[in-house]
């Protein structure tokens, strides 16, 4: 019994809960749980392109209906939500600059497929008087509106994140503690994105 509170088992007892106090006020725990809220933050990115992937088939099937003449366009609302959901994503693609800008293209490209679309529509009153049509197509603005809260909020966790591991003491523990701790990708404005599509009647 003595041998277990011994003056030198004491100090090693409080040498270390002194240590770990220390270690979590200068926060060693910051480049993970910032690197969590980015990924979490990233899920949620993703969780909304797929909503918008999901409504697609049944806007493409209700415009087809109505408009048969437009195939074209509808054509390339189809082929561009195929490739944006041919693109795997994981964990890794949020440090992989190159995975990370081809997810954010073909986006992009769906985003304009779809918006030639919907300016299509205009040329069909009887569409866009469509009960199905008008909800579907209110489900997608949310979604889009979604997609950009996700995004900004992405944007947010990343730039917390990156800043940790750039500067000091974040970028000190990280190289001591989390040696595998790599900057985030985020999002940019798509080449064009500030001029509307083209739209020919």
């Known amino acids: 019994m003595t041998a277990l509170l011994s003056p030198a088992r004491i100090r090693m007892a409080l040498t270390g ?6 270690l979590s006020a200068c926060g060693i725990n910051n480049v993970p749980t910032l690197e969590e809220q980015a990924k979490a933050a990233w899920s949620e990115v993703q969780n909304q392109y797929q909503r918008r992937a999901d409504l697609i088939p049944n806007l493409v099937e209700t415009v087809k209906g109505f408009a048969q003449q437009e195939r074209e366009v509808l054509t390339q609302v ?3 939500r195929a490739r944006a959901t041919q693109i795997q994503v994981d964990a890794s693609t ?10 954010q293209e073909a ?4 985003s304009g497929a779809l918006g030639r679309l919907l300016a299509t529509v205009e040329r069909y ?8 049509f008008l909800a579907l197509q209110s489900q997608l603005e ?9 995004r900004r909020d992405y944007i947010s966790a990343v730039q917390s994140y990156n800043t940790e591991l750039r500067t ?5 523990v990280a190289s001591i503690v989390y040696p595998d701790a790599k900057p ?11 001029r509307p599509p083209p739209v020919k009647f």
Do not use: C, H
């Open 17 to 22: 809960l002194i240590l770990a106090f220390g």
């Open 78 to 80: 189809t082929e561009a």
């Open 94 to 103: 949020v440090t992989d600059p190159e995975k990370f800008r081809q997810y």
């Open 107 to 110: 986006q992009s490209q769906l």
């Open 125 to 132: 009153p009887e569409l866009k008087s469509n009960a199905n």
């Open 142 to 150: 949310g979604t889009e509106n979604r997609i950009a809260v996700a």
């Open 168 to 172: 000091v003491p974040g970028r000190w």
């Open 184 to 194: 985030m990708e985020t999002f940019t404005a798509t080449a064009g994105s500030d």
